[in-house]
């Protein structure tokens, strides 16, 4: 499967911002689905994940409550609701898949990457 996200941009401190990532291929509701992001000089962290069918996800203490992981299984594709937007949250977002039923938060555990898109929250 081929994954493109995209909706990054610069935002301020408090904005919202939804990212989508659209995958190809006609499997895309027999993949888990995860959100990472990697910030300069840190390691990736997974953000969100969600299962095949949407109804159970996953999300660290850091982002709970404010970012929102669902997907469209008719249209290939999965989002991240952000709210409440802070300067830590800026770093570069990625979209990934796995195949299998379990949710994971390790990124070795993915079987495909999207390229990236770069999210910048300003104080």
């Known amino acids: 499967v081929q994954l493109q996200a995209c909706g990054g941009g610069l935002v301020q401190a408090g904005d919202s911002l939804r990212l989508p990532c659209a995958a190809s291929g006609r499997t895309f509701s027999s993949y888990v689905m995860g959100w990472f992001r990697q910030a300069p000089g840190k390691e990736r962290e997974v953000v969100a994940a969600?299962?095949?069918?949407?109804?159970?996800?996953y999300y660290p203490d850091s982002v709970k409550g404010r970012f929102t992981i669902s997907r469209d299984n008719a249209k290939n594709t999965v989002y991240l609701q952000m709210n409440s937007l802070k300067p830590e949250d800026t770093a570069v977002f990625y979209c990934a898949a796995r195949g299998g039923t379990a949710l994971s938060i390790r990124p070795e555990a993915y079987d495909y990457w999207g390229q990236g898109t770069l999210v910048t929250v300003s104080s």
């Open positions: 969600i299962s095949r069918s949407g109804d159970s996800t």
